[in-house]
Nanobody, 123 residues
Framework: QVQLVESGGRLVQAGDSLRLSCAAS????????MGWFRQALGKEREFVAAITRGGRSTYYGDSVKGRFTISRDNAKNTVYLQMNSLKSEDTAVYYC????????????????WGQGTQVTVSS
């Protein structure tokens, strides 16, 4: 069983930066690929970023490429999402997710989910 707790979401202005964190309660964090997803009000859950178990490879959704960076610290059982140049359309609940398999961009392929953290970008 993996428990994930996101933090760092808040109200910011367009153009600001924000870093989200996701702490995992699991013995073998390095066995899990991690992903960030987001869901805006009335929309489907959207892939944001993913990182491989060792952290060597990362993947991004088209809407965040060049602005967001995913990283992980396996010693701290934590994955991060650095968000720069935030836009109003980035407003959503952000979720981290884990799967004990290679990285994926598809939400149904993730086994464990956090409760989400709200990011609101005002213009």
């Amino acid at each position: 069983q993996v428990q994930l707790v996101e933090s760092g979401g808040r109200l910011v202005q367009a153009g600001d930066s924000l870093r989200l964190s996701c702490a995992a309660s699991v013995r073998t964090f390095s066995s899990y690929s991690m992903g960030w997803f987001r869901q805006a009000l009335g929309k489907e859950r959207e892939f944001v970023a993913a990182i491989t178990r060792g952290g060597r490879s990362t993947y991004y959704g088209d809407s965040v490429k060049g602005r967001f960076t995913i990283s992980r610290d396996n010693a701290k059982n934590t994955v991060y999402l650095q968000m720069n140049s935030l836009k109003s359309e980035d407003t959503a609940v952000y979720y981290c997710a884990a799967r004990e398999a290679p990285s994926s961009t598809r939400p149904p392929e993730y086994e464990y989910w956090g409760q989400g953290t709200q990011v609101t970008v005002s213009s």
